[in-house]
């Protein structure tokens, strides 16, 4: 699979950083990555990351590449995606955050790229598909959303859910960490609460996710609610869901999560009495906390799950984009 990596930020360095660090990331050649950052900027920004740590290699900027290792890859920095010559390009993985109209969605494709996936909400995306909810619906689409991190961590979670019980309502409240859509210091950011600096305060706010989901999800629209606390961690977010079941269930509720998630590859789990650090570099969508389920009664449940909000999504554009190359 060739894959070009448009936009050398958080998603598209953690990208990058899995397929050359992770054995299971075989056969993906990055032809070229595009950022219209200064190079040495990119090169620094790769090598030294204050989440996941410096690089265990070799890092340079070069003439029109970035050098790792014995590797180099083609380093251009084109504000108009569609002006590259990608013919032979598998996927182009839109990180740049700013594929949220047709024209900008459409350059990958204009430029001889078989396909486009972009790292999260777009409206100029003919389908948004989450591993686990409904990447079934996949075709042959090539303008592909992978969504928001927090729908890759709830999404599969109702749908299994609502699958094996039957969900009658719920709500979920992501406990997010800061991201760069929020200043460092009190700064002018639309809501007032988001002007607030992020690395001082928890948040309250809104999330993309409630929507989503009703769209990656359909039989449960309208039926879950959700709202976001963006807190001071660096990365790891958790999704906190409480979920009324369409009947009794007497079933204990771990016992239930663990039955209808055995063997999914993007539902983990943990019995123990971890803390978000501990939860860094982990791949799964989601990582249900066993001790921290609760119910009170045979109608409703709370279940608790982590998410790496950086890697385990970076994961999830790698395995979207192998199903779209595979095609």
């Not at 990058?16 to 660090?21: A, G």
């Not at 200064?38 to 740590?53: M, N, R």
């Not at 929020?182 to 600096?197: K, T, Y």
């Not at 663990?258 to 969508?285: C, L, Q, W």
């Amino acid at each position: 699979m060739r894959i070009v990596i448009n936009g050398f930020g958080r998603i598209g360095r953690t990208v990058l950083r899995q397929i050359l660090s992770q054995p299971d990331h075989q056969g993906i050649t990055v032809a070229a990555i595009n950022d219209i950052a200064p190079l040495e900027t990119c090169a620094y920004l790769f090598k030294y990351d204050s989440v996941f740590g410096p690089y265990q290699g070799a890092v340079e900027a070069g003439q029109a590449s970035l050098k790792i290792g014995d590797l180099e890859i083609p380093f251009t920095q084109e504000p108009d995606l569609s002006a590259l010559d990608l013919a032979g390009v598998d996927v182009v993985m839109e990180c740049t955050g700013k594929a949220d109209t047709n024209d900008i969605a459409r350059r990958g494709l204009e430029a001889g790229a078989r396909n486009v996936l972009i790292s999260g909400p777009s409206r100029a995306a003919e389908k948004t598909l989450v591993l686990g909810a409904n990447e079934d619906q996949l075709g042959d689409l090539r303008i592909v959303s992978n969504g928001s991190c927090t729908t890759n961590a709830l999404a599969p979670l109702l749908r299994g859910l609502d699958d094996a019980v039957g969900i009658e309502a719920g709500h979920m409240t992501t406990i997010h960490c800061y991201t760069g859509s929020q200043p460092m210091v009190d700064a002018p950011r639309g809501p007032l609460e988001r002007s607030r600096a992020g690395g001082v305060s928890m948040v309250p706010t809104t999330t993309s996710a409630t929507k989503l989901v009703g769209k990656v999800v359909p039989q449960i629209n309208g039926r879950i609610t959700g709202a976001a606390v963006r807190v001071p961690a660096i990365s790891v977010s958790a999704v906190d869901l409480t979920v009324t079941w369409k009947r009794a269930v007497s079933e204990p509720v771990n016992d239930l999560l663990k039955r209808v998630f055995a063997g999914n590859p993007v539902i983990g789990f943990t019995g123990d009495r971890v803390v978000s650090t501990d939860m860094r570099t982990r791949p799964e969508s989601l990582v249900i906390a066993l001790p921290e389920t609760l119910s009170a009664s045979e109608d409703q449940a709370r279940i608790f799950g982590w998410y790496d909000n950086e890697w385990g999504f970076s994961c999830r554009m790698i395995d979207m984009a192998r199903l779209m190359a595979e095609r």
